[in-house]
């Protein structure tokens, strides 16, 4: 008896997969083309209006990156970064207040040499602890240069009328350069002593001088002594300042020694008074 047949299965079709999203485009090139548009809306606006600040800022918002990337550079100097990237836009701003679309240079291109440039004034103007001038700054800048094409060129650091006959200044520029690149910070003469196994320099210069601590209390007696009487001054410097006793003092000044006992007991008590008043 034949089988009855079984039902052929239908052949499975898998669904068609979704098209492939579109690849975004780089962070780098949505900013490109976010400055290009906004460049182009700022251009047809009244400078000092508020749509003109609204679009400047957008600008400088969507360029902050750049000013990041540049102020990366600066990372060796040591200093707070939050202050490098604060000096690099101001760069960037007047970067924006002087680019020019129609010129066909795309504007990281041209704003970067202003970023940079404003961040190297900083150093230049205000990071140092002595200041240098711009001649002897950008002087330095080629000495630098300078010493890394020697060393290269030699296998060795080039000697001073090495540096001197490359660049044709005289060695004593040359000397005042390196002694200029060193001026980014200034250590303490105290510091400067440190680690070589010596005595500080203030215990080799100086010591303690034990009259210091009167130094307070002889201004304050000084100045409370003047508010006493006259003869109570003078009875007070006979017997402290001249070391008289009481016998030669009413001697000295022709009253009894017990009327001086008074005066004195009765400065003392003047001057307790006021030294609580002047607390």
Known sequence: ??????????????????????????RGADTRALTQVLFGQLKGLQPGTREHERVRGALIEANLPLVRYAAARFRSRNEPMEDVVQVGTIGLINAIDRFDPERG?????????????????????????VHVP??????WVQV????????????????????????????DEVLSCIEAGRSYHATSLEAAQEGDGMPGLLDRLGYEDPELAGVEHRDLVRHLLVQLPEREQRILLLR???????????????????????????????LRSANRIEA
């Not at 990281?108 to 602890?129: L, Q, S």
């Not at 650091?157 to 200044?169: G, K, M």
């Not at 300042?241 to 400065?267: C, D, F, K, P, W």
């Open 1 to 26: 008896m034949p089988h009855p047949q079984e039902p052929r299965e239908e052949p499975h079709e898998e669904p068609p997969s979704p098209p492939a999203a579109p690849r975004p485009q780089s």
């Open 105 to 129: 240079v795309q504007f990281p291109t041209f704003a970067m040499p202003t970023v940079v440039g404003e961040i190297k004034r900083y150093f230049r103007d205000n990071v140092r602890t």
């Open 134 to 139: 711009r001649r002897l700054h950008e002087l």
């Open 144 to 171: 630098n240069a300078a010493t890394e094409d020697l060393t290269t060129l030699h296998g060795r650091t080039p000697t001073t009328p090495e540096i001197a006959e490359r660049l044709r200044i005289s060695e």
């Open 240 to 270: 402290y300042y001249n070391n008289l006793t009481q016998s030669q003092i009413s001697a000295e000044l022709g009253v009894s020694q017990m009327h001086v006992s008074r005066l004195l007991a009765r400065s003392f008590a003047r």
